[in-house]
């Protein structure tokens, strides 16, 4: 087993993925030299998603070996020259990264960044620089400006929010990326109107969070959560679901959610699951200018299909949902308040691991046995 407690002031561990559909193991790594825009946290837990099992597999390509994670909280440690919001000492949740310079940013658009590919997924900064070294040479590092599957990482300071030190990190970090897509999407994509219906295709953590916040925040009248798992699709009616198809159970997914609707359609929806058959299926349901919406990692390279002239009289608006179109320094603390009040009980979805325990995470995420898992570092 590594030690977490090491005298030396820049090495530390991380989980790193070496080969494509290869386990995380546990490694010692070293710190690079900070850079003025950047802090170093030490991590106190992190949320694993499924975009970080998805570039660990090939279906998002990135350089390898690599250390992911993009669900990072922890305590900040040091601070960089040019860091005015954070100091140290101060708790952090960490989310994704954006340049602030491209015009998507400076249009108050950052999970539009020009340079978000390369910010998140390139595996290093954006000169090509690395934040990590192992044994001797860089490892492909600065996931989404963080690489959080790690005790202690440089962080970019763009991707630090501040809270109060009395929250529980462990069960906030999710908020960094897989709360804030299911729940912004919904507020800030989708925006349901007074009587309309929604269906929400997949009951993990992101599809179950934006149940929750169309339930609670939202004056949708319909609300039709689509999994095939039934203990997903159980806790989507005990979180606001009004009704719930499990898709396996037989017969077409397209035609139940229209005798929901009485033959309309939805008039929003998204797609959690990434699944091309999914997609298409939530397109096939949309109502009359409805809007519907793929948030879920689809494999690159691959296409659905549409008609143009049945969309002419349809009116639908299909679109791309990327981190709920969130300006993470507003969203997130928003989310916090909502929910220490008890409205966005998302804690509920969280199952914890020792970091060491990331392979059965992957194990038991695929089985259904956990929906939010969250590694812990101490």
């Not at 009980?345 to 970091?355: E, G, K, Q, S």
Request: hydrophobic residues 45%; glycine residues 10%; contains cysteine.
């Amino acid at each position: 087993m590594t030690d977490l407690n090491d005298d030396d002031d820049e090495s530390t561990i991380a989980l790193v993925v070496s080969e494509v559909n290869g386990p995380f193991e546990v490694k010692r790594i070293t710190l690079k030299e900070m850079r003025p825009d950047e802090i170093i946290v030490r991590m106190v837990a992190t949320g694993v998603c499924h975009t970080d099992f998805a570039s660990a597999d090939g279906t998002i390509p990135v350089p390898l070996p690599l250390v992911v994670g993009h669900e990072g909280s922890g305590v900040v440690e040091k601070v960089g020259a040019d860091i005015k919001h954070v100091t140290v000492g101060d708790h952090v949740l960490l989310t994704y990264n954006a340049c602030l310079q491209c015009t998507a940013c400076l249009r108050g658009n950052p999970a539009y960044c020009v340079h978000a590919g390369a910010l998140c997924f390139g595996g290093s900064r954006l000169d090509g620089s690395m934040t990590m070294a192992m044994d001797g040479a860089d490892i492909h590092s600065a996931f989404f400006g963080q690489s959080s599957f790690a005790c202690r990482s440089v962080v970019r300071g763009v991707c630090a929010v501040k809270v109060d030190k009395d929250l529980p990190l462990h069960l906030l970090c999710p908020l960094g990326c897989g709360i804030q897509t299911g729940v912004g999407t919904i507020l800030n994509v989708l925006k349901p109107s007074v009587g309309s219906s929604i269906a929400i295709f997949g009951a993990g953590s992101v599809g179950l969070a934006g149940i929750m916040a169309a339930a609670r925040f939202t004056p949708a009248a319909q609300i039709i959560a689509v999994d095939i798992v039934n203990r997903k699709l159980a806790l989507a009616k005990e979180f606001g679901a009004t009704h719930i198809i499990n898709s396996k159970d037989g017969g077409n997914v397209v035609e139940k959610i229209m005798a929901v609707t009485k033959g309309q359609g939805a008039d929003f929806a998204f797609d959690a699951t990434g699944n091309l058959q999914v997609i298409q299926d939530m397109i096939a349901v949309a109502a009359k200018n409805g809007t519907v919406a793929t948030v879920g990692s689809a494999p690159f390279g691959k296409f659905i299909q549409i008609e143009p002239a049945a969309w002419i009289q349809r009116g639908v608006n299909y679109t791309g949902a990327c981190q709920g179109s969130s300006l993470p320094q507003l969203f997130i603390p928003a989310l916090v308040e909502f929910w220490k009040q008890g409205r966005l009980p998302f804690d509920r979805l969280i199952t914890t691991y020792r970091y060491t325990e990331i392979n059965k995470v992957k194990e038991d995420i695929h089985s259904g046995v956990c929906i939010k898992p969250v590694l812990l570092w101490d």
